[in-house]
């Protein structure tokens, strides 16, 4: 079954760094579409950023853009958010998501999140 | 950017009784309009896609209806498990891709 597994957040600083990793099983992962979706405590969810299946196409929030970068590794079924200069209201869940095959950019599997924390 | 704005922000609701959320887009998204299931401390879980299809396993009391500006989510009988966060996504003008705020369905 399709399985998303984040993993890398943490407590850090502001104006620190962190590299959040999702693993991803059960599919042929070079064949999707992914995305990194954040949620702030309690509140809603925020799209951050979009890889194409070979990373050729790239889209960011205006929130993150120039500050976090996406990328994949399809050989070991990885997705990744480098996340630099982070801030305080960067503090969230942070989820991977599958984009669904049919339909539009939507996305039909989701990790569990992993939880960063900015604050000094 | 298109701007989802779902109401009501909280519905107390009594289990079997039918419930309707709405969602509406600041401009049309035509039926390019998800919905989605967020349970306490759980990822969201897809529903509905094109503004109407329920996706793989959804239950049929999970019904969407809507296009351009104006979209609903109604729950035919609430079960115990459907108290829930339910959000809705356009995907039809992006990026950005945008989420409405979140409707919480709760036990009245």
């Given at each position: 079954?399709?399985?998303?597994?984040?993993?890398?957040g943490?407590?850090?600083?502001?104006?620190?760094?962190?590299?959040?990793?999702?693993?991803?099983?059960?599919?042929?992962?070079?064949?999707?579409?992914?995305?990194?979706?954040?949620?702030?405590?309690?509140?809603?969810?925020?799209?951050?950023?979009?890889?194409?299946?070979?990373?050729?196409?790239?889209?960011?929030?205006?929130?993150?853009?120039?500050?976090?970068?996406?990328?994949?590794?399809?050989?070991?079924?990885?997705?990744?958010?480098?996340?630099?200069?982070?801030?305080?209201?960067?503090?969230?869940v942070?989820?991977?998501?599958?984009?669904?095959?049919?339909?539009?950019?939507?996305?039909?599997?989701?990790?569990?999140?992993t939880l960063v924390t900015?604050?000094? | 950017?298109?701007?989802?704005?779902?109401?009501?922000?909280?519905?107390?609701?009594?289990?079997?009784?039918?419930?309707?959320?709405?969602?509406?887009?600041?401009?049309?998204?035509?039926?390019?309009?998800?919905?989605?299931?967020?349970?306490?401390?759980?990822?969201?879980?897809?529903?509905?896609?094109?503004?109407?299809?329920?996706?793989?396993?959804?239950?049929?009391?999970?019904?969407?209806?809507?296009?351009?500006?104006?979209?609903?989510?109604?729950?035919?009988?609430?079960?115990?498990?459907?108290?829930?966060?339910?959000?809705?996504?356009?995907?039809?003008?992006?990026?950005?891709?945008?989420?409405?705020?979140?409707?919480?369905?709760?036990?009245?």
């Open positions: 079954q399709v399985q998303l597994v984040e993993s890398g943490g407590l850090v600083k502001p104006g620190g760094s962190l590299r959040l990793s999702c693993a991803a099983s059960g599919f042929t992962f070079s064949d999707y579409y992914m995305s990194w979706i954040r949620q702030a405590p309690g509140k809603g969810l925020e799209w951050l950023s979009y890889i194409s299946r070979f990373g050729s196409t790239i889209y960011y929030a205006d929130s993150v853009k120039g500050r976090f970068t996406i990328s994949r590794d399809n050989a070991g079924n990885s997705l990744y958010l480098q996340m630099n200069n982070l801030r305080a209201d960067d503090t969230a942070y989820y991977c998501a599958k984009r669904q095959t049919l339909g539009g950019v939507l996305f039909d599997y989701w990790g569990r999140g900015v604050s000094s | 950017e298109i701007v989802m704005t779902q109401s009501p922000a909280t519905l107390s609701v009594s289990p079997g009784e039918r419930v309707t959320l709405s969602c509406r887009a600041s401009q049309s998204v035509s039926t390019n309009l998800a919905w989605y299931q967020q349970k306490l401390g759980q990822a969201p879980r897809l529903l509905i896609y094109g503004a109407s299809t329920r996706a793989t396993g959804i239950p049929a009391r999970f019904s969407g209806s809507g296009s351009g500006t104006e979209f609903t989510l109604s729950i035919s009988s609430l079960q115990s498990e459907d108290f829930a966060v339910y959000y809705c996504q356009q995907y039809n003008n992006w990026p950005p891709l945008t989420f409405g705020g979140g409707t919480k369905v709760e036990i009245k």
